[in-house]
């Protein structure tokens, strides 16, 4: 059967169901409402927050699962982002220790929507992704993920649309000011020396009601983050995609003599980071509703983020490991790394070497410096008129994202006698060697680096226009139209320069040693004055930002204008299964137009500026039912067809091509199309007591088009080369499972009534894959089999507790901005712990432990868990703070 025979037949029946008997004014839920014998208890704090959470899921013609937090303050959380990653079928991928980006059944952050109130938002990523963690928990109202599709939804959220609610004043029943303050402890860094690992967290918010027409909201939030940690980080190895051509050397050797080929790492290293990173951010509000007929909204959000991270580098190999010539014991010098000289040894695993003793191999140290701000700004203006039949809504919005980031770095070298390695899978990496770092010789024979400044700007325009159209008693209530036009417009540069080296031999005074408890097993590393040993490695001035020369490959500029207009029933009626029926059928119509500059290069190293523009239209039919049986059963379906555009950056129109063996390049794709899919929801909840739920949804995705990342040989003149870029790939399915319960302790002896459980568990099966390695791609990215939280909570009187396991299976990730940089994430089971106490309506105090059992972070390459990619140690986070209300 077709996807629109399918949608067809799925929409006749939520019809036929609706139309089958009489329609109804009440529905059955409310007419059974005194069929639930329960004592009604008054719950406050994050009870309180998750019964209002079950109230809008139940209340939702479509699958969605919430977060309700209507009084400030009431969220454990630090930020949102940790609150998304606990719902059902959804995890967050770590960044410097926070969660940050949301992955939701099975598919990675490019195709999750972000929404503010409903409105798209500006990113300082170069896709689209959101970094939820930006946005603190204390000017979240309410955050929605709709895992189904509605005509009236934004375009764009395959996987999911996520959307946050800011506070609406009138409608605000809680303090007038809320303050909270407290420092925050980061013991990742507690090792590392002349750094302090405390930072702090401190908001403020000022809800005012001028009159009962009129009402404001202002906020403050400050935050400090001091949470450096160590990073173990694989080079990965020789055998990429892009072979040299035929009669060139190769980069591969069969080490063992067993005629096959054997491939070799280029390299590691271990970087260890002070962060400092300070955030703040303004919130307010507006609402006025002079009648019961008229409302205008007024929101704004501002949001900086000022990042400094000082870093401690060793680098072992430098490339020297990848057996850049034979490895038959013909050539040792430091550019072999010898598997073969006397006293050499190596481990082979499936014909890759993942641990080897080898001869004067360089150790490099590298002393940086990084520094990353970006600003926010998103607002928008909204109102709304109403009628006995009408209703007109019209919203008006702009949001403006910025980043700018730079990269300093002195690079100095030893060559100790012996070097070894070992981090086949299971293993924590350890590299030793034969001296200690402080007692070789430290030459600064290595150009340095200055890559930045990076800028890069992202500014969306939007407006939308929607009508509703009260159509009586009978069995179609409603019809809703509307239109939205976004313009939105990002672009990238970026400049870099390599300071010359002086060969000067760098003083053992101007250097100090240390190690760290936790991370990979490796030799002491080496710090110090960047300033003062740049003065000896560099010329005068070597790092002026005058010597900076432009990236031409980097500099792109993508404009995107989305035409969206839709149509939608609203049915209401007394099904003839005794359910009451309610739903909607409609469909969205989106044309998207692009115009993708960039500079190309050509075969003799040239660049010149291109333009390229595409466009494409794509109709978007959904349907969704939910019929609710009555003493708290409920059943929903769902049927759409569902798009996420492309990335961003990877429609760029820019090229660059590197004029040498083995000729490869790297490019974007401004032709590619959206992410398309045909998904079927399905959902049975049953509501069995206030704060309790028992739910089992079904999902099935059949994949129409996908983006990956492609090696094509690609001629230029007389020359091929393999370039990699962004492409459509084919079709595939996605299905899983998903299964929640929570409930208080009712059932328990009289005071267990107290305790309760949140609990989520979610299956994924799909055939989609990668388009790298090519001979055994990875898994679609952010695809993880398993996925599982439980949540026991305390709640009594003044005193709350929580404590929270998180976990996922191995899963394919895009680690940084590099959307072709691919590695697997390993499974994760993180614990954390958060309690608070009240000492009246006024005060409260709150003790928060995050990452209880120190998890690390352990990502592997090419799909073989034998090539490291990364090793993180993050540490433990704690957080306490005082909350003042009044």
Partial sequence: MSHYKLLAAASGLALMAAAGAHAQTTPAAQADSSAQQVDEVVVTGVRKSLREALDVKRGSDKVV????????????????????????GVNATRDRGNDSQAVVRGLGARLVLGTVNGREVAS?????????????????????????????????????????????????????????????YYDGGKDIPNYDTTGYRASGSWVHRVNDDL??????????????????????????????????????SDLNRDGKVDYTPWGAQESISRIDQKRTGVSGGLQYRPTDTFELKADVLYSKIEITEVQDQTVWGANNWGNWNRGDGTNTGWNDADYHAAGASFTLVNNTVVAATLPFSSVQTVLAKYSEDKELFAGGVNGKWTSDQWTVAADASYSKAERTNTWKAVRFEAWPAWTSFDWREGKTPTITTSQDSLGLSQTADLAGSHD??????????????????????????????????????????????????????????????????????????LTGDIDKIAAIAYAPNAFALSNATESLGDRWSVNEKVYEGYGKLNFAADSFGGAWATGNVGVRLVHTETSSDGMQQDTAGAFKAVTVDDDYTDLLPSANAKFDF?????????????????????????????????????????????????????????????????????????????????????????QTYTVASPANGGDGYIQGLELTFQTPFFFLPSGFDKFGIYSNYAYVDSDLK???????????TGLADHTATVDLWYANGPIEARLGWKYHSPMTVIYGWNGSDLQTLESEKTLDFSSAYSFNDHATVRFQVNNLTNEELRMYRDNDPNRIGRYDVYGRRFLVDLTLKF
Avoid: C
């Avoid at 699962?65 to 059902?88: C, H």
């Avoid at 173990?232 to 051509?245: E, I, K, L, V």
């Fill in 65 to 88: 699962e919430a977060i309700s937090a209507k009084d400030i303050g009431v969220l454990p959380d630090v930020t949102i982002a940790e609150s998304i990653a606990r719902l059902p």
């Fill in 124 to 184: 300082s990523e170069p896709d689209r992704n959101v970094r939820w963690e930006i946005y603190p928990s204390e000017v979240v109202s309410g955050v929605q993920v709709y895992k189904s599709q509605s005509a009236d939804l934004i375009a764009g959220g395959v996987a999911a649309t996520i959307n946050i609610d800011t506070i609406a004043p009138l409608d605000y029943k809680g303090p007038e000011f809320v303050l909270r303050a407290g420092p925050v």
């Fill in 215 to 252: 009402a404001f909201v202002l906020g403050l939030t400050s935050q400090k983050q001091k949470n450096g940690y160590g990073s173990f980080q694989g080079w990965g190895y020789n055998d990429s995609d892009a072979r040299p051509p035929a009669g060139a050397s190769d980069y591969s």
């Fill in 452 to 525: 930045g400044p990076e800028h890069l700007n992202d500014e969306l325009k939007a407006a939308t226009l929607d009508f509703t159209r009260d159509l009586g008693e009978g069995v179609v209530k409603s019809l809703q139209f509307g239109a939205r036009a976004s313009d939105r417009t990002k672009d990238h540069t970026r400049f870099s320069f390599a300071p010359s080296a002086t060969g000067a031999t760098v003083p053992a005074g101007l250097l100090t040693t240390y190690k760290l408890d936790d991370g990979a097993n490796i030799p002491a590393v």
């Fill in 630 to 718: 009555g003493d708290g059963k409920v059943f929903r379906l769902g049927l759409a067809k569902v798009i996420a555009r492309p990335p961003l950056d990877e429609l760029r129109a820019s090229r660059t091509l590197a004029n040498w063996a083995p000729w490869t390049g790297s490019a974007g794709n401004p032709h590619l199309k959206p992410f398309e899919a045909w998904q079927l929801d399905a959902s049975a909840e049953w509501y069995f007591r206030p704060e309790a739920l028992f739910a089992a949804s079904y999902y099935y995705k059949a994949v129409d088009s996908y983006i990956g990342w492609k090696q094509s040989p690609v001629t230029f003149g007389s």
């Fill in 770 to 780: 990668e388009f790298s390695p090519a001979n055994n791609p990875l898994t679609m």
